[in-house]
């Protein structure tokens, strides 16, 4: 990193938490340093909360849901709160990717593009939320007024992760603002900043004191109140399975609706008569785009044999002369890891696939101080390594013969690593992608168009590409099948998660049934 750019208006607040209307501090009064992963630099200082700050934000929820303050707003109004939201968001686009880099080490030119992404989505949001009139049932009876209404959920606690932390924080408040819901937002504790300045806007803008509430905070601390309490009627998490599968049991006990996100291991299928150039380029992309802590991320390559070598030596060269680097450093093509935590599971995980039986063809390794922010040549696991990097930097790492089974290919590494894996046939393919407990995303490569369509309808998982690898669109549905989760974000069926369908029956022309004759009344037993 060549300059700090970081954000300095979280640390000037009373606090960072946000309840019912106002900034104050945790009840505790604790806080935490954020530093940033690409240089251990300290870029804010916020409130550090526990399970009473979470329960003062569900009671502030609650007595906004039920008063009507937000929900009673006819939705073409709050469709045009959330069109004023995107527009906040253009004109402080800088300030907000200067604070999401600087939580996340991510590099600024991506950080920007999240931000346009995350105007975009509740552009489209708000668009929407006017268009959600119901549906008219036919009862086949003209004297019967039967229509389905939508209806907000409630009260929604939604917990976000830290690879992209204020994208999928909009994710879940731009539908649930949509809907007409309350919320509590607990953002990653490693990386809070633009959930801060996202509650800053939506205040500036007006909203409602109660709506939007964020608390922050080690998930152990104030994460459980968020699942467990009957205040709370729905839970969005977006995160890791053994996370998503303690919340989901939390939230069983008062039976609320549950939206879970959590996580892929996705197979990137490459046909032989693919577009090699094209397919390497994104078989790169896919695998070490934020250095790999992406949930969609291509970290399965599933490679024609007749082309495997072929192409592995391709990827193999082009992963060993990616650049690492900081937000600010203009020549980088990905950056560090979130946590030195992290760093070592991400390690620990390539060590295991090592001893199981793997060959590391490239990486395997943390990153040395000169391999930072340089082109590196044909690393190999022995060179010698020098001084450690500052920040949490992990060499791109291509794992090859493996076989079923490894734990480099069930485990989720969430790390710059991708693992080679080939096939003869059709029915391999299928086979080996859907290989899997998870089953959130997948591509295939291929100029035969048949055999595209009749791949993409036999992979179990809930995107799949042809011939691209991670674009996302708005107005399209995301999520998984299998232990990816439950649930869908964005398009309609990401509105519909913060909706309650309800059905509304009314007769214009009630009459007496007659079921019942008008019996002679029995003696009460009072009168015998």
């Known amino acids: 990193m060549t300059e700090n750019k970081s954000l300095g208006t979280?640390?000037?607040?009373?606090g960072s938490m946000f309840i019912n209307g106002a900034w104050a501090p945790a009840a505790a009064g604790d806080t935490r340093e954020i530093a940033c992963p690409a240089d251990g630099q300290v870029v804010a200082t916020v409130s550090e909360g526990t399970a009473e700050d979470s329960e003062r934000a569900i009671a502030a929820a609650r007595a906004s849901f039920d008063s009507g303050v937000w929900s009673s707003v006819p939705a073409p109004q709050r469709?045009?709160?959330?069109?004023?939201?995107?527009s906040r968001?253009?004109?402080r686009k800088e300030e907000f990717a200067r604070a999401e880099s600087a939580d996340t080490g991510k590099r600024i030119f991506e950080s920007r593009?999240?931000?346009?992404d995350i105007a975009a989505c509740f552009e489209y949001f708000g668009r929407l939320s006017g268009q959600q009139a119901g549906r008219i049932v036919d009862a086949s009876d003209n004297n019967v007024l039967s229509r389905i209404v939508y209806e907000p959920v409630g009260v929604c606690s939604m917990i976000t992760p830290w690879n992209y932390p204020l994208l999928q924080a909009a994710w879940k408040i731009a539908p649930a603002l949509a809907a007409g819901c309350s919320f509590i937002l607990k953002p990653a504790e490693l990386t809070p900043s633009t959930a801060?300045?996202?509650?800053?806007?939506?205040d500036e803008l007006g909203?409602?004191?109660?709506?939007?509430?964020?608390?922050?905070?080690?998930?152990?601390?104030?994460?459980?109140?968020l699942s467990s309490h009957p205040d709370v009627d729905m839970v969005s998490f977006t995160g890791g399975l053994v996370t998503g599968r303690g919340i989901a049991a939390s939230a069983a006990g008062t039976v609320k609706k549950v939206a879970l996100e959590l996580g892929g291991k996705n197979p990137n299928v490459i046909f032989a008569d693919a577009d090699f150039d094209a397919a390497v380029d994104n078989a790169l992309n896919g695998a070490f785009v934020h250095s790999g802590q992406v949930c969609s991320a291509g970290a399965r390559l599933v490679v024609e044999e007749s082309?495997?070598?072929?192409?592995?030596n391709e990827l193999v060269r082009r992963a060993?002369?990616?650049r690492l680097g900081g937000p600010y450093d203009e020549q980088a093509e990905t950056g560090p890891l979130i946590s030195a935590a992290h760093l070592e599971k991400v390690d620990a995980y390539v060590r295991k696939g090592r001893e199981e039986g793997a060959r590391i063809r490239c990486g395997g390794r943390p990153a040395t101080a000169a391999e930072v922010g340089a082109t590196r040549g044909a690393a190999t696991p022995n060179d010698p390594q020098g001084p450690k990097a500052v920040g949490h930097y992990y060499l791109p790492t291509v794992i090859d013969q493996v076989t079923a089974g490894m734990s480099v290919l069930v485990d989720e590494a969430f790390g710059p690593t991708i693992t080679v894996e080939t096939f003869r046939t059709e029915e391999e393919a299928v086979a080996i992608g859907n290989d899997t407990i998870y089953g959130l995303a997948g591509a295939v490569w291929t100029q035969d168009a048949g055999k595209a369509q009749r791949m993409a309808s036999r992979l179990r998982h809930g995107t799949i590409w042809i011939n691209d690898f991670h674009p996302y669109l708005p107005q399209a549905e995301w999520g998984g099948f299998g232990q990816s989760g439950v649930g869908r974000e964005l398009g309609p069926t990401g509105l519909g998660e913060y909706q309650e369908a309800k059905h509304v029956y009314q007769n214009l022309d009630p009459q007496v049934t007659g079921w019942f004759a008008d019996h002679q009344a029995r003696p009460t037993q009072e009168e015998n």
């Not at 801060?196 to 939506?202: A, G, S, Y």
């Open 207 to 225: 909203l409602p004191a109660g709506v939007g509430n964020l608390v922050t905070g080690a998930g152990a601390a104030v994460g459980p109140p």
């Open 320 to 322: 060993n002369g990616i």
């Open 113 to 116: 593009l999240d931000m346009d």
């Open 79 to 86: 469709g045009d709160f959330l069109l004023k939201v995107a």
């Open 196 to 202: 801060i300045l996202m509650l800053d806007v939506l």
């Open 10 to 14: 979280v640390s000037s607040k009373a």
């Open 89 to 91: 968001l253009r004109e």
């Open 307 to 312: 082309i495997a070598e072929d192409f592995v």
